[in-house]
Each structure stands twice: as C-alpha cells, then as structure tokens.
C-alpha cells in the first residue's frame, strides 16, 4: 500500500462517525439488515437486482468469522421471505481466510448451501493479490463439488487475469480498486480498460455468464 494510502487509513478512526456516515452512505446500506433490506426494495421498486454484502473483513477469530457467516444466513432469510430480487456477495477475508482455511471454506459452504436451498446465488467477491489464489482455489473447488450458484468476481487491472479467466463458469468483471506493484497491474486507466475490454471478449467467446461491473450513469 502506497504511503499516502497508509497515511489515510491511519487518519480514520479520528475522523468524526457522523462525517464518515455522510461519505459512505453512497456505498453502504448502513449498520443494520433491516438497512439493507430497506435500501433492496427500493432499487426493486426500480427494477433493479440488488446484492447484498455484509462487511467484516478485519476480524480476528473463528468466532467472529462464524458471525459473519451467520449474518449472511440471516440477509439470505429475510430475501426469500419478502420475496426480494436479490442474492448475496461474500469476502472471503469476513469468513476467516487469513484465519484457517478449511474454516473459510465451512462458513463459505454453508452459505452457499442455503442460498442454493433458498433459490439463490452467491458471488465470491476479489480482494487485493494476495487472496487471488485462495479465492480461485475456492471458487473452482465449489464448482468441482456441482455448485453451480456461485460465481467469482474478476479484476481486469491484474496482468494475471487473462490466465485466470480460462474455464472460469460464472464472473462478475470489475476494473479493480486495490493498490498493486506494477509488476502485477496495470496503472494507466487505458492499460486498464484495455485489459478489461480484452477479458471480457475473451470470457464471451468461451461461454462464461459475465457480469459488467463498470458503472452506468443514472439517466
């Protein structure tokens, strides 16, 4: 991470909740399910699929990482019982993957176990270099096991992207957001959308479900 990125994080816990409430609202639902259920109906009400994710990416123990699976068990059950065009989408970081990995995969497992007895779906989100292995690793080993309701999410700034895409089933592609050495991404913003426009032909023409992440101005 770059020193100004540090600098930033360090900066945070000073910075006042009710500035940091106001910056972030744009991003996060708020504290609370009921927030984010609130916010799913409304962008239903427009004729919007929702996703929801519950951030938790710092823990520090099993018991916490079993939370987190537990809550998004919970986000999964009130979806299905108000009849919501929604799914989920998990970091691998909140269901312990820096902790034990067989315990990321249990919480992962049992998440999307329920999702798929609910009807639902579950992306795998990326997170920064050092989870990419462990994620894909993940990600094929569910499919290898026939669950077919998971997909992964793509990052076309990563110069590896164009070997990992090969045979994946089901992607969400985005241009990616964390700081990486140049040596493994791509830093100009034309590098970056030309990897992207190249792994998304690429996913097309060998039949992979694509999800489009770039953004869409609101008309």
Do not use: W
């Not at 592609?173 to 792994?199: N, Q, T, W």
């Amino acid at each position: 991470m770059a020193l100004l990125d540090r600098a930033i994080v360090r900066m945070l816990p000073a910075v006042p909740k009710a500035v940091v409430g106001r910056l972030s609202s744009r991003y996060i639902a708020g504290p609370s399910l009921d927030d984010a259920i609130r916010v799913v109906r409304k962008l239903n009400a427009k004729g919007k699929l929702a996703t929801v994710d519950v951030l938790g990416e710092e823990i520090t123990s099993a018991a916490e990482a079993r939370a987190i699976a537990g809550q998004y068990l919970d986000a999964l059950a009130r979806i299905d019982a108000e009849g919501l065009d929604a799914n989920v989408s998990v970091k691998l970081t909140g269901l312990g993957l820096e902790l034990d990995s067989e315990l990321c995969r249990e919480n992962l497992e049992s998440v999307v176990d329920d999702a798929h007895a609910r009807g639902n779906f579950v992306r795998i989100d990326m997170e920064d270099s050092s989870t990419t292995d462990r994620t894909l690793d993940l990600y094929r080993g569910l499919r290898a096991a026939g669950h077919e309701n998971v997909g992964v999410v793509l990052q076309a700034y990563l110069r590896r992207t164009a070997d990992d895409l090969v045979g994946l089933e089901n992607v969400r592609l985005c241009k990616g957001i964390y700081v990486e050495p140049v040596e493994i991404a791509y830093r100009g913003s034309e590098e970056v959308r030309l990897s992207y426009v190249r792994s998304l032909e690429a996913l097309v023409a060998q039949g992979t479900y694509v999800g489009d992440a770039r953004r869409v101005p609101d008309r």
